[in-house]
Nanobody, 121 residues
Framework: QVQLVQSGGGLVQPGESLRLSCEAS????????MGWYRQAPGKQRELVAT?????????ASSVKGRFTISRDNAKNTVTVYLQMNRLKPEDTAVYYC?????????????WGQGTQVTVSS
């Protein structure tokens, strides 16, 4: 099992920055990829960014060049950060951390509790 705990988020003005954190614990050696998704009101959840165990990253086109994703490996935890710069009102959403991990030969997903990001003047 992999457990995820998110922190960060809040209300900012357009053009400002925020950083989200997600700490994974449990079977962290089984994690293949971690990432961030977001869901705006009335919309489907969408991919924001991912980072693999090897450090390869992937970004949605709407955030490329503004957001970065990184990870910090500790002894018993893995923390993934989403640095969001030059935020826009359309970035407003609930952001969810995700970990995809292997339970034997079965791929599983764990989700964080979600955190609200609001970009408004």
């Amino acid at each position: 099992q992999v457990q995820l705990v998110q922190s960060g988020g809040g209300l900012v003005q357009p053009g400002e920055s925020l950083r989200l954190s997600c700490e994974a614990s449990g079977s962290i050696l089984s994690i293949v990829v971690m990432g961030w998704y977001r869901q705006a009101p009335g919309k489907q959840r969408e991919l924001v960014a991912t980072i693999t165990r090897g450090g390869s990253t992937n970004f949605a086109s709407s955030v490329k060049g503004r957001f970065t994703i990184s990870r910090d490996n500790a002894k018993n935890t893995v923390t993934v950060y989403l640095q969001m710069n030059r935020l826009k009102p359309e970035d407003t959403a609930v952001y969810y951390c995700n970990a995809r991990w292997m339970a034997g030969t079965t791929a599983e997903n764990s989700w964080g509790q979600g955190t609200q990001v609001t970009v408004s003047s």
